[in-house]
């Protein structure tokens, strides 16, 4: 090497000790930037030409390599998985959390209170059967739990619309964040062509593959450009520069909705907040107003029979309804309605088993010992106050069951979060250092190249002479 290639390895030395200085710039710049993973700048010596008869040796300065982005491909997508499962516990939570509210378990305005109270009026029905003021007693009594249960029940309905339609607002979000999974696949792409690398744009995708997985789950394939593809529910999703999007529409059987993709195939999730949607769009908020329906049905059904077969305050016939019988197919809760007889005239009201009996109030007790009578093959061989209590304690476990996940899997991400971090995320005092490293390098390597300029002016000198 002549002496004035000793310039050339100063001028090298300075350019590599900027491009770190720079990259430890911004790191720090970017420390509490979301989805940032630090880069590291990767020095190499350059080795000198090889040419016969000269020295090779001490070589021809430092360069940087790469900048290198700091990145845990396992931890990432431990992290990503584990948050879509967090994300459906979570969803589901607030379903159950929700309903419980609707409920009003246990409360004075709950539907259990309501029908304590109900059973509690045929009580005292049964022992002042000839009362007026108990009979009107007894019919407002039934005309609240009514109302009651309605209410409940169109809450429910109104809550199962509310989630059905953020179940197509996530969709939509989910295509969005697609679309643009795409347009950062292309990016990459035509980096990858120029033979360059930008690890802000594969950042940039890896913030939205998080953002997508706490909708879906998904699963990742990576290229050597840095593009992905990415599969949901085993159908396609992004495919290089396209988009396959996600629909919402209605299932075989008419009633309930279903995610499909974008030729129209059921999407296969097991995570996320699409499919804690549409479970509860489809089965958890629908099996609450099934069993809604059950008690309801199975009031009306036994009331009435025992009703029917009594005789009202001067009535020498019996065949009154107490409820308006519901129609096979229709919602028992919805059609839930005191008849109208009854309303009209409490004296209706069949508390005796006898016609001409004023007195007599057998019937009546025998409606209300309908709440703790048990019966094989009659809701599940329990009474109907317990059988309704039992919905509303399912729900309750199902809630504590949600939180309990929600809680283990958040602790899960958390681990990962900090695994990746260790990797990915940027240590201040590592930074500083790194900078002074950088700075005690450059003044180095511009003394060096001082020096240098010292001899080629002596050498010059001298030969002038």
Do not use: C
């Amino acid at each position: 090497m002549t002496i004035f290639g000793s310039f050339e390895i100063g001028r090298k030395a300075l350019r590599a000790q900027h491009k770190g200085m720079e990259v430890s710039g911004q790191n720090v710049a970017n420390a509490n930037t979301p989805g940032y993973s630090r880069q590291r700048a990767n020095l190499e010596s350059v080795a000198s030409p090889i040419v016969a008869d000269t020295d090779m040796a001490p070589g021809n300065g430092v360069r940087v390599s790469k900048v290198e982005r700091m990145h845990s491909e396992f931890y990432f997508s431990q992290k990503i998985n584990t948050g879509s499962h967090e994300a459906y516990w979570e969803m589901r939570r607030e379903t159950y959390m929700t309903a419980e509210s609707i409920m009003m378990e246990p409360d004075q305005y709950g539907i259990n209170k309501y029908l304590n109270d109900f059973f509690d009026a045929w009580q005292e029905l049964s022992s002042s059967p000839e009362e007026a003021a108990v009979r009107s007693g007894l019919r407002e009594k039934a005309v609240s739990l009514t109302h009651s249960v309605e209410d409940v029940y169109m809450r429910l309905e109104d809550m199962r619309l509310d989630k059905q339609e953020e179940l197509e607002m996530r969709v939509n979000e989910a295509n969005r964040i697609a679309d643009e999974i795409s347009e950062l696949n292309d990016k990459l792409r035509f980096v990858d062509a120029l033979q360059q690398d930008s690890n802000e744009l594969l950042d940039k995708l890896d913030l939205a593959i998080k953002e997508l997985s706490e909708l879906v789950d998904i699963q990742v394939h990576r290229k050597g450009s840095g593009a992905v593809d990415i599969f949901a529910g085993g159908q396609l999703l992004v495919q290089e520069d396209q988009a396959l999007h996600m629909n919402v529409k209605t299932d075989d059987s008419g009633e309930g909705l279903q995610v499909v993709s974008q030729r129209g195939r059921p999407l296969n999730l097991t995570s996320g907040r699409i499919i804690a949607l549409s479970d509860a769009v489809n089965k958890d908020i629908p099996h609450i107003q099934d069993e809604l329906d059950t008690v309801v049905g199975t009031l009306v059904e036994e009331v009435n029979e025992l009703h029917s077969d009594g005789y009202g305050l001067d009535h020498e016939e019996s065949g009154i309804n107490f409820f308006e019988p519901v129609e096979e197919g229709s919602s028992a809760a919805m059609n839930f309605r005191v008849s109208e007889q009854v309303i009209e005239d409490s004296s209706n009201i069949a508390a005796s088993t006898e016609p001409g009996e004023p007195g007599n109030g057998e019937n009546a007790l025998e409606i209300a010992r309908l709440r703790d009578q048990r019966e094989e093959g009659r809701l599940d061989g329990v009474s109907l106050v317990e059988y309704y209590r039992g919905v509303v304690t399912s729900m309750g476990v199902e809630a504590q069951e949600s939180e309990r996940m929600v809680e283990a899997f958040s602790r899960t991400k958390k681990e990962f979060e900090e695994m990746h971090n260790s990797v990915a995320g940027v240590n201040m005092d590592e930074e500083v250092l790194n900078m002074t490293q950088y700075q005690h390098a450059w003044q180095a390597a511009a003394r060096y190249l001082n020096h240098v300029d010292e001899m080629l002016t002596v050498l010059f000198t001298e030969l002038g002479r």
